[in-house]
């Protein structure tokens, strides 16, 4: 009994030494796996964290104004080299993939690769890659709905016999626009009762609103780049190069020899735009004037008087208080041509981007891996 107690005994403790064996080697195990999980989510997160760093600099300075520790040749990828981020070593590089940023950089989206490489006592490494994207000030002007554009309807239209045109069709665009675009029903049916000169029908866009060019009249006049026009005024109305915003308030002449203009032009409600006024009252642009781009006319009339100005891009009427019962005068006696020209709505973009300069870029998609660098 006694001897088959000792050899029960001596099985168990076998099998327990064997078992705490076993216990041991997983918790080994275990704790070197738990070891490798933290390293391998510390170089990730380092790996993150330098990219972060290096987009809000970006964003901070924008990317034209980064140190050359970060951009020296926009055609080429550049690596950045910081001490360490969290604890590990890393290498940063940053690819444009937008070969045409030099000669577009308003109407595409501008878009950047940064890669960043992170490592964790020279064993364990991540690799990250993402992709970002800038979309400009310049995507707060609302699309062009047509050549003339009516969001808030009108109170009375005047017409100088057919001495006008208004026309949709850029035959440089891949779409057309129509001649004027209205928000509702009634005024289609108000504007059609005059003898207008008009390349194709008038559309009803239940979705035309003024809110959001009331939003970016807000934006671009409180930036210090707009320009506003409160007298006599010779300098130019911004170029192809660099279209600008222009605000024209009260009694402006343009004395200069501005034959053409760029970008977006808002004529305020303490404004009234004529042609060409004699009296010397109102804004008056002498000579063949034409602009290239968006002119807004914030509870203001349309050009009345003689000439021949060229608007080519858009016009916008608009009424910035919706419960306002003045009513809104829309004059189109004199020679006026008014164009949806796709270039137009590229002008007023750039001349929106020139202005306010916010370029903020926004990631779209990462990708991340690890590897164990060496046992």
Known sequence: MGRAMLIICAGMLVALGIVAMGTSSQGKLMTEKTVEYAQKT??????HTAIQIVTQEINKKGIENMDQQYVDDRNSSNSWTPSTVNSADIVLSIEFLNSDWDTNPYFEEDKL???????????????????????????????????????????SLSVDGNAHDINGTDPDCSESRPPIAVNNSQTKDGLQSHDLNLDGDIAVDNQLDYEPTDELIARLENSENATTVTSDYSENLGTAEKPGVFFIDGQVSLTGQQSEGYGIMVIKDSAHMDYEDQDGNTVSIRGN????????????????????????????????????????????????????????EKYAKMGAANTVKQNKYTRVVSSEETSLVKN
């Open 42 to 47: 510390q170089a990730l997160n380092a790996a």
């Open 289 to 344: 004037f034409e602009f290239n781009g968006l002119v807004i006319f914030e509870n203001a009339q349309l050009f009345d008087g003689s000439g021949t100005p060229t608007i080519n891009g858009s016009v916008l009427v608009g009424d910035t208080d919706p419960e306002d019962t003045n009513e809104i005068e829309v004059d189109l006696s004199g020679n006026i041509s008014i164009n949806y020209t796709c270039a137009g």
């Open 113 to 155: 690769r940064v890669i960043s490489k992170a490592t964790i006592d020279n064993k364990y490494e991540a690799n990250v890659k993402s992709v970002y994207v800038v979309a400009p000030f310049s995507n707060l002007v609302p699309d062009f709905a047509g050549a003339l554009q009516l969001p808030t309807g009108y109170g």
